[in-house]
């Protein structure tokens, strides 16, 4: 026949194996959801590492198509000095002229 004690020890013994349980279900939860979570940045990181390569790719081709050479004498236009202006903003005025000729200003006496 079964002791009192023996029982209690088996109990206690079930009672524990229990919460073991409940604990590891937990950890295996929680494991389970970090596994998502790092599946999701895996993800994340994937697309970022696709993106920056095609990125880097177009940089590189864009980089290796030869440059269309310059000839310099065509590309300097040289008009005929007569065509050639100043800008306005660089263009001396025209002196004015009064009625009999003579320009303004020359008659202002400068040392009153």
């Given amino acids: 026949m079964a002791s009192l004690s023996s029982i209690n020890a088996l109990q206690a013994s079930v009672v524990q194996a229990e919460r073991q349980v409940q604990r590891d279900q937990?950890?295996?939860?929680?494991?389970?959801?970090?596994?998502?979570?790092?599946?999701?940045q895996l993800n994340k990181d994937k697309?970022?590492?696709s993106d920056n390569q095609r990125d880097s790719?177009?940089?590189a081709q864009a980089t290796q198509k030869p440059l269309r050479t310059v000839n310099l004498t065509s590309a300097i236009e040289n008009p005929p000095r007569a065509e050639q202006q100043l800008p306005a903003d660089l263009v001396a005025?025209?002196?004015?002229?009064?009625?009999?000729?003579?320009?303004?200003?020359?008659?202002?006496n400068v040392t009153a």
């Fill in 26 to 40: 937990v950890r295996v939860s929680e494991d389970a959801d970090r596994l998502d979570a790092s599946r999701d």
């Fill in 47 to 49: 697309q970022t590492l």
């Fill in 57 to 59: 790719n177009q940089a």
């Fill in 93 to 108: 005025p025209k002196p004015q002229v009064n009625t009999l000729g003579q320009t303004i200003g020359k008659f202002v």
